[in-house]
């Protein structure tokens, strides 16, 4: 929505043309590219802003975060490496067998990776049970400072039960994401007990391999769910990354004509600012003529 345009729709709106709800998506699809591009610009720039005080608590936490995500993924590579050496010992050591002994191997083999799969989804669980929690703990926060300002100021709280009734819809996911915490627990230790039953009856069919063959399949086990762990937090803290870049992109790019160090940083980036500019304009626009303003 340029200016010109602007002018044409709100003269139009006398006649009956206003368009509310194309205007709301357009605004809508506009916001939606305005954080892409903050983030964008944010994970371009963030490294540059130690020197700007207002981005001081977003540099040092992004820099921390960023120390973090590199000893994760050190860590990741480790793992991903002995389970390619586990791997490749568990098919040296396998030589072919009979028809049994190749059917209990592939059923081993499935109940990995159903166990992998549980892995992965309790770390789902754990990860979005984290959320809940820090989401539940702000709106605890607010809840006591909202009360203490409803005990100061005479008169009815319209936010206060909003709260309260979001803090309890919080517990009851919170309480849902338990059992299904313990749910999938009891699966993997099912599986698990099976893991231990098919590697009775294939020692017993290749007793001369047994030591090494058992090795390999539980370094492969553990080894998957080290690394279903790892990729977990490896999405925790891009998230966390992104949030704070995107803080930092909508920081520096407002500010680049009154702030000179958010000048400085944003000076390689002028055509992705501008942009940015441009978006925010328009998006006022469409919402002035949705009526919204």
Known sequence: M???????????QPFGLVRRNQRMSDAATETRLLREAETHLGALVW????EI???SVEYWNLRRLAKLRAEVL??????EARLNQAQQQRAGSLVPAEDVQKGLLGERDAVLAKLKELAGRRDEVIATARSIRRTYEG?????EVLAKESAATPGPNDELPKVRARLHELKAQFAELKDERQRIGSEIEENDARIGVLDTQLNRRKKAHRAEASEAFHAIGETNKELSGLRAE???LDSQMRLLQTDVGRRVSRQTQMDPGCAKVARPFKGLVSIMRALRRSIALNHRLAGRE
Do not use: C, N, S, W
């Open 2 to 12: 340029t200016p010109t345009r602007y002018l044409f729709a709100r003269a139009a």
């Open 47 to 50: 490294e540059r802003v130690e």
């Open 53 to 55: 005080e207002d981005l």
């Open 74 to 79: 050190e860590k990741l590579g480790h793992f």
């Open 139 to 143: 709106l605890k926060m607010k809840q």
């Open 234 to 236: 490896i999405g925790l």
